[in-house]
């Protein structure tokens, strides 16, 4: 047993989507969560920048002495995993893309028509894709960028007409052309307008990677003998800019739940390697 807390990162809000079916599964687990708010959104940057970010805040996860890192991002775990793993070998750092490829290749079949949503890096890395076929060859699928969702997101346009305007400038003619039948939400961000997505297209099947992680996070915590035995204190939320729509989406997550949370701000200078990596 392992009272120490899990680690969770993103670039900004996305990442809190995995929060809630950890919470609902094993109460009794601690999060320390870092959001990146004051970089996000981390989709259209370069992937040394992208690599460079995940290294200075998985450094920054590891010195509060958390028993697991769980990569909320599918844009730093598809651009920088196996870097991650290779940096904190006494860690164990799991990314979100790997529980939801193995998903769609049990449910899905050769009829199946799946599109793949999510940053620029994280569809021009081809992970999603990769990782699918590798289980399941017989697939269709094809991916689509669409880099304003974040943005919107992280403002707090997600119930409003610019939203669904954005949506379906991004998604009508990729979803019509390819005859979509299943939509992989690739990034963490996406759950938070999934409510929009059903009600413009509804008859699409939506994979959210945020749910397909939980399994793998619990089997590895009970796998490896580190999951809590005693009641959790605070979950510390730090944000590299604590801005207003970060701390109500945690509110609303905690609401009614008897949890108690903190939130801290960081100034970025005080994480930011001195390596030179």
Do not use: W
């Amino acid at each position: 047993m392992d009272n120490r807390p899990i680690g969770f990162f993103d670039s900004g809000l996305g990442g809190l989507t995995c929060i809630p079916h950890l919470m609902e599964a094993m109460p009794l687990e601690r999060i320390i969560y870092f959001g990146d708010t004051a970089r996000t959104p981390y989709g259209s940057k370069a992937t040394r920048t992208i690599r460079n970010f995940a290294f200075e805040i998985t450094d920054f996860l590891a010195a509060k002495d958390v028993k697991m890192i769980v990569i909320a991002c599918n844009t730093v775990s598809a651009t920088c995993l196996a870097d991650l793993r290779a940096r904190r070998p006494d860690i164990p750092i799991l990314g979100v893309i790997g529980p939801a490829a193995r998903t769609v290749a049990r449910v899905c079949g050769a009829d199946n028509r799946i599109g793949i949503i999510g940053t620029k890096a994280t569809v021009r890395s081809g992970v999603y894709k990769e990782q699918i076929l590798k289980h399941n060859p017989s697939l269709n699928i094809f991916e689509h960028a669409c880099p304003t969702f974040v943005p919107l997101i992280e403002e707090g346009i997600i119930r409003h007409e610019i939203m669904d305007l954005s949506i379906r400038y991004y998604l009508d003619q990729f979803i019509a052309y390819n005859h979509i039948d299943t939509l992989v939400l690739g990034c963490t961000h996406y759950p938070l307008i999934r409510t929009n997505i059903m009600k413009l297209y509804p008859g699409l099947s939506i994979v959210d990677p945020s749910e397909e992680a939980l399994v793998r996070i619990t089997g590895t915590l009970r796998d490896r003998d580190l999951c809590a035995d005693a009641p959790a204190g605070d979950h510390t939320f730090y944000a590299s800019d604590l801005s207003e729509n970060f701390v109500e989406m945690i509110n609303r997550i905690f609401r009614n739940t008897g949890f108690t949370v903190a939130f801290k701000s960081f100034d970025l200078e005080d994480i930011v390697s001195r390596d030179g990596d």
